[in-house]
């Protein structure tokens, strides 16, 4: 079955700590991975997705993420954190143009200055 | 990417009534998607819309319950009818203008329902 797990609900960070968001995925076909922020009270702002190529994505924000086929991740990472990157944080997975997206239950990231 | 505007922004509806929730997008696009985000929940895909043809609910969704109308390439409507209070969500479309884009979405419409 498709699916994607975020297993950490909440993370807290310092600011200007490294992080790293984690993230799993089961999928048939060759995955296009997406993660996406959304904060309190707004839609899904799109951070980075991975299509091919280059597994190693760079994103808006300082934000960048690792596919790893043979561990199934597309973890998302930040060299140091900013207060403003408090937020909820969305992986997914999708397929064809045409597929639908499959989200993972997302981390709530709490930044302390 | 594409630019779409979601309204309304948020409604408080009283039980048994319905609501109506339009998305316009300011190119041509495909396909069209509904989600519902329940409070504290991630996203669930309710349908997706294209033009000229009925929309495809997921599994626990019903066209009765969330009929969905994609009269053109750039807008759709989704409206949540008999409303209870379980539908209390967040409700977000999303497209993709060009494949590899990435998917955008809607502002979304956070509704209450009492």
């Known amino acids: 079955a498709q699916s994607v797990t975020q297993p950490d609900i909440h993370i807290t960070v310092s600011e200007g700590a490294s992080l790293e968001l984690r993230c799993n995925y089961s999928?048939?076909?060759?995955?296009?991975l997406f993660w996406y922020v959304q904060s309190p009270g707004q839609g899904l702002q799109l951070l980075l997705k991975y299509f091919s190529g280059d597994t190693l994505v760079q994103g808006i924000k300082g934000f960048e993420a690792e596919f790893k086929r043979s561990q199934s991740s597309f973890n998302l990472r930040k060299p140091s954190v900013h207060w403003s990157d408090a937020a909820e944080y969305f992986c997914?997975?999708?397929?064809?143009?045409?597929?639908?997206?499959?989200f993972g239950t997302g981390t709530r990231l709490q930044v302390f200055p | 990417s594409a630019v779409i505007s979601q309204k309304p922004s948020r409604d408080i509806c009283q039980r048994g009534t319905s609501l109506t929730i339009q998305c316009q997008v300011d190119?041509?696009?495909?396909?069209m998607f509904w989600y519902r985000q329940q409070p504290g929940q991630s996203l669930t895909l309710i349908a997706t819309?294209?033009?000229?043809?009925?929309?495809?609910?997921e599994s626990g969704f019903v066209i009765d319950k969330f009929p969905i109308s994609r009269p053109n390439l750039t807008f759709s409507t989704l409206t949540v009818s008999n409303m209870s209070p379980e539908d209390s969500s967040i409700y977000l479309c999303?497209?993709?203008?060009?494949f590899g884009d990435g998917y955008t979405f809607g502002s979304g419409t956070r509704l209450t329902v009492v």
């Open positions: 819309a294209n033009q000229g043809s009925e929309a495809t609910y």
């Open positions: 999303s497209v993709e203008k060009d």
């Open positions: 997914a997975v999708g397929g064809a143009s045409t597929d639908k997206l499959i």
């Open positions: 190119s041509q696009v495909t396909m």
């Open positions: 999928y048939g076909a060759t995955p296009y």
